[in-house]
């Protein structure tokens, strides 16, 4: 069976969307359960079928969990059982490769096979395996499994080559109960790992941000337990925001704090995108008596603009009076979402921008050759097609696309957008989307 969304387009949406809690915090702090005894219980936990599987990731070393409330989850690691995570658990997703780090503070040792995820560009994890060996871990590597001896860890002084968003919190989930002062240089600075730094620090842990790119570990013998609320997913923050620009609506995003978007916002503005920040969430709409305009944008590590966003941002700009570019520097394979939109219409073709200093890239370019940048011509009106998602940002892309282009579209491989985004269609049928989730037998 297969199951496919069918989307009429041209409807503009209006009211309001609660944003979840957010994807890769959430996705990191239920490992970080394993680092305590006690019960851990975590709010504004999103109902995404990533968190169910580092749930299953978790629950093969013998942490129990239980949801206690709609979106909030408890979990208890007093009784683990095993140290190894098996390759099928491990092979979905990518992100459950930081249960290293909270299996070899509090345990000393862990084998985990190779991970996966999504198929967006080359993400190795040598950055995680070789900061691990600074810190004392003896790592061997056999039949696809990480076999790691944390039995002499020790506080160390790493810097990584290039920024790592989940090899700066395994190194983080690490250091927290290995005595000593551990010092990440080039620490990923996403706000994100800011609150998972301050839930560690409600355990009881001392970590403190020293500056934008360093961190400063200070080892306890022991963690204890935390209630702890997640922060809003900035993801889903753009893409409904955007889901309104290109729909011609206004939506009301609650829950999200204009903090967490400024590089978005300033680039949505230069767009046309308009907004308005309140204590309870944003507005966002677009003004019927504006034209978009172009922009050239480009990708980047935080506080730059996020890889995540450029997929739905090149819809905004395909409504740009005029040509438009984005450069990606943070993932090697991310415009997988192109060809799939020339199908309705969308104008863009490959580039690499000269000049550019290619060791500035945030990943091996001596593992890839290809393009990284499009340039997009605007103004265009998309009509609908039977597409497929390469993977979750892309597919959230198609989503967009198909409801704001003429006709109806039908979207196959939706499991992606199930990874980050809960319940998709009901929450977007409910500000007036032409949307349907079929079953194909």
């Known amino acids: 069976m297969r199951e496919k969304y069918v989307i009429e387009g041209g409807s503009p949406l209006s009211g309001t969307i609660e944003i979840s809690g957010a994807k890769n915090a959430v996705l990191k702090m239920i490992p970080a359960a394993i680092l305590t005894d006690q019960k851990v219980i975590l709010k504004n936990v999103p109902h995404i079928s990533d968190v169910d599987t580092v749930l299953a990731a978790v629950a093969t070393l013998g942490v129990r969990s239980k949801w206690k409330a709609k979106h909030t989850l408890e979990l208890d690691a007093s009784n683990i059982t095993s140290h190894k995570v098996p390759l099928e658990i491990v092979s979905k997703m990518r ?13 000393k040792k862990a084998t985990i096979a190779n991970p996966g995820g999504c198929r967006i560009g080359a ?4 950055r995680h395996i070789e900061a691990l060996e600074k810190l004392g871990a003896k790592v061997t590597y056999t039949e696809g499994y990480y076999h790691i001896d944390g039995s002499s860890l020790h506080e160390a002084e790493v810097c990584f080559e290039k920024s790592t968003h989940t090899g700066t919190e395994n190194l983080i989930l690490a250091s927290v109960l290995t005595i000593g002062k551990t010092v990440i240089n080039n620490a990923a600075a996403e706000p994100e790992i800011d609150d998972l730094m301050t839930m560690l620090n409600l355990m009881g842990a001392k970590i403190k941000r020293v500056e934008e790119r360093k961190i400063e570990i200070e080892g306890v013998e022991k963690l204890s337990g935390v209630t702890y609320e997640i922060m809003p997913d900035r993801n889903e923050a753009v893409t409904f925001a955007i889901a309104a620009g290109v729909t011609g609506g206004k939506l009301f995003l609650k829950g999200i704090e204009s903090k967490y978007l400024v590089s978005f916002l300033n680039k949505a503005s230069q767009v046309g995108l308009e907004y308005q920040a309140t204590d309870k969430g944003i507005h966002f709409w ?19 603009f996020m890889t995540d966003w450029q997929p739905p941002f090149a819809l905004l700009l395909s409504q740009a009076n005029g040509i438009s570019t984005i450069h990606e520097t943070v993932m090697d394979k991310r415009f997988g979402y192109v060809d799939e939109l020339k199908n309705m219409g969308f104008k863009a073709e490959r580039f690499n921008p000269e000049g550019f200093d290619t060791s500035k890239y945030n990943f091996n370019t001596e593992d890839n050759e290809g393009f990284h940048a499009i340039r997009i011509n605007g103004s265009v009106k998309l009509k609908g097609a039977t597409l497929e998602m390469p993977d979750l940002r892309a597919g959230a892309t198609l989503v967009l696309a198909a409801l704001m282009a003429d006709g109806v579209s039908e979207l196959y491989g939706i499991h992606h957008v199930s990874r980050g985004y809960e319940e998709l269609e009901e929450r977007l049928y409910k500000v007036g989307a032409k949307i349907k989730k079929i079953v194909e037998k």
Do not use: C, Y
């Not at 993400?123 to 040598?126: A, E, I, L, S, T």
């Not at 008596?289 to 050239?296: A, G, R, T």
């Open 95 to 107: 992100a459950s490769f930081v249960i290293l780090g909270p299996m070899l503070s509090r345990f």
């Open 123 to 126: 993400r190795p994890v040598n």
């Open 286 to 304: 677009r003004n019927h008596n504006k034209e978009f305009q172009p922009i050239d944008l480009e990708t980047g590590v935080h506080p730059g």
